[in-house]
């Protein structure tokens, strides 16, 4: 099944990062570049408690 939205580019969450690390709020952030506060919210979560923005490995075959 294909996902419903499309994937957010490395650049550009490593672009989030730079911006929330400037003290940009989440909504600041959003409203530069063009994403909803959560899905923001989420990338910075996500880049605080792993160190990265990187995607896990996908399970399934080729």
Do not use: C, Q, W
């Not at 939205?5 to 940009?24: A, P, W």
């Not at 709020?25 to 923005?53: A, C, P």
């Amino acid at each position: 099944m294909a996902p419903k939205t499309k994937e957010i580019s490395l650049d550009m969450r490593k672009h989030i990062t730079e911006l929330h690390k400037e003290r940009k709020s989440f909504r600041e952030i959003g409203k530069i570049l063009k994403l909803s506060f959560t899905t923001v919210g989420y990338i910075v979560k996500k880049y605080l408690e792993i160190g990265s923005v990187e995607n896990k490995p996908r399970p399934g075959g080729p």
